[in-house]
């Protein structure tokens, strides 16, 4: 079975060297140009977010493990006062009423907890 393409037009205006050819060329050559500067911006902001999702769970895996320790000690507390058996020195150097504030931020606890260690 003869292979089916594109067909080549034969005549004077046919070879590599006619206007319309050159024109096909330039513009193709225009599209890949684009094409690749496209993918290569793609490419860059790929590796930006990724760099900036790392940087992300780097504080939050950090900001886990304050707030895993502040919720230990917590229980600690918890259960000493629950128990009515409290050994003062555990809780020696802890600021209770810095504890205790209406603060968002996990460093004012993480500081209380620091101070007992």
């Known amino acids: 079975m003869p292979r089916r393409g594109r067909v ?3 005549g004077p205006e046919s070879g590599e060297d006619s206007d319309e050819y050159r024109k096909r060329r330039d513009r193709n050559n225009l599209a890949v140009k ?3 500067v496209k993918s290569k911006q793609k490419t860059q902001e790929t590796v930006n ?3 900036e999702l790392r940087n992300e769970n780097t504080v939050l895996e ?7 320790k502040e919720l230990g000690f917590l229980k600690e507390l918890f259960l000493a006062h629950a128990s009515n058996n409290v050994d003062a020195s555990k809780f020696e150097g ?4 810095k504890l205790f504030e209406d603060n968002s931020s996990a460093g004012t606890s993480n500081d209380n907890i620091n101070n007992t260690s």
């Open 62 to 68: 950090e900001k886990v493990k304050t707030l895993t």
């Open 8 to 10: 080549k037009k034969e």
């Open 49 to 51: 977010r990724v760099s």
């Open 34 to 36: 684009r094409s690749r």
């Open 94 to 97: 802890v600021n209770f009423q």
